[in-house]
């Protein structure tokens, strides 16, 4: 905690507001309460103060937090220091492993679009989200550890002597009780050793099926065959080639926070076969790029839902396409997102925008 402590009295300074340590402390105690509270579904709210894309004036959820600790909580909204404890609170998540840091770093990285979104107040929140993304997607996949079989409970083997005592001394109203104790230890310890098994068999089946994954990832991009357009990447238009290659790595492989080797995939199936490097596309030329009628089923309803702000290159799709591609969506995605659609990105970078905004749209619509 102290490091993001440490960064948030620094962003105090740097936004500007005469602020004391005390207070400083105080908002402190705030930010981890409001960390500890923050769960997937209010991950949308705290990217938004993050990257100034609120809208309207309601107090959002994690002011709950602070005013909890401290009754004389007075942050409005609209002010600036609301976005510097949403960038604290998603500090802090990002610097510990809680059960949502993971998802945070992805939604972040996705939400910047490769970097061409920034936060509002600081800048070094996607290098601490790349970093614990990466580290987070090294953990989803771990070997099942070694297992010894459940040992004989301690009262089952006491209450078996007790039994075999008391039938050897014929002392029939003895072990009954005795018999009664066994058969209630020896149950307990079958349904423990059954949980156990089981335990261990689906985390080897789910090992298993992450390896047929992965598999079946290796031959995709081994072969350099696109399933949709069902010929080779190679004879698509590099464009077209990033668009598709983002959405088929998803479909070969879901995990939930995406590949650690994503990037790397995609430039081997974009790149294969090509002569020279590949040239940067403007978000329009890119947005308007596959069918129109395609785009528009699969991206409409994503570019006017909850999250669209939160899944740029979704929503420009799917503004484009209910515009029937006329210009009048530019000005549409730029209120939206405040990125300027004319930027241009790498290729590469497309399909990795591709793959992680179907990642995020898949987590946060649940």
């Known amino acids: 905690m102290m490091q993001a402590i440490k960064r948030m009295g620094i962003l105090y300074g740097k936004f500007g507001l005469a ?24 991950i949308p709210e705290l990217l938004r103060y993050i990257f100034g894309l609120v809208r309207d004036g309601a ?25 510097l404890l949403a960038t604290s609170i998603a500090s802090y998540e990002l610097e510990n492993e809680t059960n949502v840091s993971g998802m945070l770093a992805l939604c972040l990285m996705t939400a910047s679009m490769g970097g061409l979104r920034k936060p509002v107040l600081d800048e070094q929140l996607l290098v601490l989200a790349e970093r614990t993304l990466a580290e987070a997607q090294g953990q989803s996949n771990v070997v099942p550890s070694v297992r010894t079989a459940p040992k004989q409970p301690k009262a089952l083997a006491e209450i078996v002597v007790a039994l075999d005592a008391a039938t050897n001394q014929q002392h029939l ?73 983002g959405r088929e790595l998803f479909d070969k492989n879901p995990t939930k926070l995406g590949l650690f080797a994503a990037p790397a995939l995609l430039s081997l199936v974009v790149e294969s076969g090509r002569q020279g490097g590949l040239e940067d596309v ?61 930027t241009t990105l790498n290729p590469l970078d497309l399909a990795l925008q591709v793959y992680r905004e179907r990642l995020v749209f898949t987590s946060l619509s649940k």
């Open 19 to 42: 602020t004391d340590a005390a207070l400083i402390e105080a908002r402190g105690v705030g930010v981890e309460a409001a960390a500890a509270a923050l769960n997937v579904d209010g």
């Open 59 to 83: 107090p959002p959820a994690f002011f709950e937090a602070f005013s909890q600790k401290d009754p004389t909580f007075d942050v409005q909204p609209a002010d600036k220091e609301a976005i």
């Open 173 to 245: 109203h003895v072990a009954k009780a005795s018999v009664m104790g066994s058969v209630q230890e020896l149950i307990k310890y079958v349904e423990s050793a059954a949980t156990a098994s089981a335990k261990a068999d689906n985390e080897t089946l789910a090992y298993v099926t992450a390896l047929e994954r992965e598999l079946r990832t290796h031959w995709w991009v081994t072969g350099g065959w696109s399933t949709d357009a069902a010929k080779p990447f190679r004879q698509i238009a590099t464009v077209e080639a990033a668009l598709r290659a």
């Open 282 to 342: 403007s978000i329009i030329e890119a947005a308007t790029n596959l069918n129109r009628a395609w785009r528009n089923e699969t991206y409409g309803a994503i570019a006017v839902g909850k999250i669209a702000d939160l899944l740029p290159f979704s929503a420009a799709q799917g503004l484009a396409a209910d515009s029937a591609d006329a210009e009048d969506w530019h000005p549409r995605f730029k209120r939206l997102t405040n990125i300027d659609p004319s």
